[in-house]
Structures are given as structure tokens and as C-alpha cells.
């Protein structure tokens, strides 16, 4: 077959609007996922905004014309709910509660993982599942239960109460997100690390853990977020006023400051400023840590 000039042109100019279509086509559906997700983020920032620009506003202002931007911006209603309504109690009880919680949980998941995923020992599966059920019971209905075995340690109206609380019950999901990622991590790395004389704690702290990061971020956040939200077990298991969360704290707060909506705005943003600031700083690992072994 002979090819002339003719034929390679109307080769090409058949070939060619086919793909430039098919670019096009892509291209035009990017555009519209891309701008309905950012609708779809304008809507979800759209009332907190609103939250955070009322906070500088005084509440006549609010009551008037609860829109613009403030014009004379004021902290006094940070100061009336940081020391007037106790929110500063509130935030140190929530913040203890919160970080000593996500530290203990993820303190004992981290070598539990890594055991269960690395090493081969009688009994590892038993164990494994034994770890995996506890995903199984639905946290609110051992509210009681609970509630009986600290009022036997003498723990309620306690801080300590709620981190038992919230560390045992942290472990299931942090070892379960933790195992499958140490299983991707090579088994070269241990070998050459003992190697180079190593032991298993060095290995696990110095090789296992760093490699782990983004896992360690992702868990973390997961377990920050619904402790630092949780309103039933404090309500259930703290008594005086002193030891109150934010969640239970902003409740009592809502009742004496309803009149008062600039207040009532500046105490919702103390409550979601922490879980703003460790998206920020956490959303690289996080976005790493959900995403690991989608391209392999």
C-alpha cells in the first residue's frame, strides 16, 4: 500500500478532533467537579464565617443586621466568655482531657500494632481479633456499665474517669488503621537495621514509627475531633461545675447567655478555634495517610 500526501492528511484530520474532543470533554468536566466542590466549600465556611465575624460585634449590632462585616470590631465578648462564664476552666479540662486521651491510646496502639503486624507468634490472629471486636460495641451502650465500674474506683466527677474512658476505647480503631500501615512497610528495612545492630525497640521507634507518620496523624485527628465534641459521657460522669468540658461547659453557657448572642458567638469559636488550628497543621499527613496505597 502506497502512502501519499492525501491520505496522511485526512489521517490526521480524522485522528485529531476525536482527541482534542475527549480533552475538551475532560477538561469541561474538571471545571464543573471543581466548581461544585468549591460552592460546596463556600457553603460550609459560609456559617462559620458569619460565627466568627459576629464575635466582634456587639449584640445590638447582631439584632439589627446580623450580616456585614463589623465596623468596630470588639473583644469584650472573648473576655466575657473566657473569665466571666468560666470558659477558661472549660478549655483546660477539655484540652487535658482530649490530649492525655489521643497520647494514651496511641502510646499503647503504636507497639500493639506493630506486633500484630510484624511479628509471627502463636495466638496473633486471636489477639488481632480480639482488638477488632471492640469496633463491634457501639460506645453508647456501655455508658452504664461504665458509669458502674467508675463509681466502684470512686473516679466520678473525675478528669481521670474520661480518659480511661476515651483511651480504651480509642485502641481498637488506632491498632486497626496502624496494622495495615506497617504490613506495607518492606521487610528490608527491619533486616538492614538489625544489621547496622540494632533491637526491636530501636527499630520500632527510629525505622517503624517515623515511616508511620502520616498513619500516627490520621489516628490522632480521628480521635481528637469526637473527644473534644463529646457532650454525653462528661455530662454522665462529671458532677461540679469546675471539672466541665467545653462541650457540657457551652450548654450552661447557652442558658445564661441567651439573651446575649455576641457572647454565645465568641464562646462557639473558643470551642472551634483547637479543632481549626489541627486541621491546619495536620491536613498534609492526614491527606498522605488516606490516600497511602491508592496508586499501587
Known amino acids: 500500500m502506497t502512502l501519499t500526501l492525501d491520505t496522511v492528511e485526512r489521517a490526521r484530520d480524522g485522528a485529531t478532533p476525536p482527541a482534542r474532543r475527549r480533552r475538551g470533554r475532560w477538561s469541561a468536566q474538571a471545571v464543573v467537579i471543581t466548581t461544585v466542590l468549591w460552592l460546596y466549600a ?63 491510646s496511641t502510646a499503647v496502639s503504636l507497639p500493639a500494632a ?52 476515651y483511651s480504651a476505647n480509642g485502641i481498637p480503631f488506632s491498632v486497626f488503621v496502624l496494622i495495615s500501615f506497617f504490613r506495607q512497610l518492606p521487610g528490608e528495612l527491619e533486616e538492614a537495621a538489625f544489621l547496622d545492630g540494632g533491637n526491636h525497640f530501636t527499630v520500632f521507634l527510629r525505622v517503624m514509627v517515623p515511616l508511620v507518620r502520616p498513619a500516627v ?15 454525653l459521657m462528661p455530662l454522665v460522669m462529671l458532677r461540679s461545675r469546675d471539672n466541665y468540658t467545653l462541650g457540657v461547659g457551652l450548654t450552661t453557657f447557652f442558658g ?19 479543632l481549626l488550628v489541627l486541621f491546619i497543621l495536620a491536613t498534609r499527613q492526614i491527606i498522605q495517610g488516606l490516600t497511602a496505597g491508592i496508586g499501587k
Open 42 to 104: 463556600a457553603v460550609c465556611v459560609l456559617p462559620l464565617l458569619t460565627m466568627i465575624l459576629n464575635s466582634f460585634r456587639t449584640h445590638l449590632q447582631i439584632a439589627t443586621d446580623p450580616w456585614p462585616i463589623p465596623t468596630d470590631p470588639t473583644l469584650e465578648n472573648y473576655v466575657s466568655a473566657w473569665a466571666d462564664a468560666s470558659f477558661s476552666r472549660y478549655a483546660l479540662n477539655s484540652i487535658l482531657i482530649t490530649v492525655s486521651s489521643v497520647a494514651i
Open 114 to 165: 506493630y506486633a500484630l503486624a510484624r511479628w509471627r507468634f502463636r495466638g496473633r490472629d486471636a489477639l488481632e481479633g480480639l482488638f477488632m471486636s471492640g469496633l463491634l460495641i457501639p460506645f453508647m451502650l456501655a455508658i452504664l456499665p461504665m458509669f458502674y465500674l467508675m463509681d466502684w474506683l470512686r473516679l466520678i466527677d473525675s478528669p481521670l474517669s474520661l480518659i480511661l474512658i
Open 217 to 231: 496523624a490520621t489516628v490522632v485527628v480521628f480521635r481528637f475531633v469526637p473527644i473534644w465534641n463529646d457532650f
Open 256 to 274: 445564661e447567655y441567651q439573651n446575649n448572642w455576641a457572647s454565645l458567638f465568641a464562646g462557639l469559636v473558643i470551642t472551634t478555634l483547637p
